[in-house]
């Protein structure tokens, strides 16, 4: 079994910055992509950012610029550093971790963490 802790979330101003970070924990041979995604309130839950193994990265057009996906292997560990934040920001972010267990690729979401951008 493989635990995902997010921590980090908050309130904040318009023009501020939080730190998300989510760690994996269990049984775990080796992670694959590991990612965030987020969801406000009447939408659908979308990607915001993943990071491969390899440490290529990719992020929606809405946080380009203002947000960089992390992460420490050795840790098993992802974070997201969210910069400018804007009140459109306003979700509950969950990561997502595949995590390969002896050859099988499992996905993982973590609890959520609610993030809200006051203007």
């Known amino acids: 079994q493989v635990q995902l802790v997010e921590s980090g979330g908050g309130l904040v101003q318009a023009g501020g910055s939080l730190r998300l970070s989510c760690a994996a924990s269990?049984?775990?041979?080796?992670?694959?992509?590991m990612g965030w995604y987020r969801q406000a309130p009447g939408k659908q839950r979308e990607l915001v950012a993943d990071?491969?193994?390899?440490?290529?990265?990719n992020y929606a057009h809405s946080v380009k610029g203002r947000f960089t996906i992390s992460r420490d292997n050795a840790k098993n560990t992802v974070y997201l550093q969210m910069n400018s934040l804007k009140p459109e920001d306003t979700a509950v972010y969950y990561c997502n971790v595949e995590v390969v267990v002896t050859t099988t690729p499992y996905d993982y979401w973590g609890q959520g963490t609610q993030v809200t951008v006051s203007s």
């Open positions: 990071i491969t193994s390899g440490g290529s990265t």
């Open positions: 269990g049984i775990i041979f080796s992670i694959n992509a």
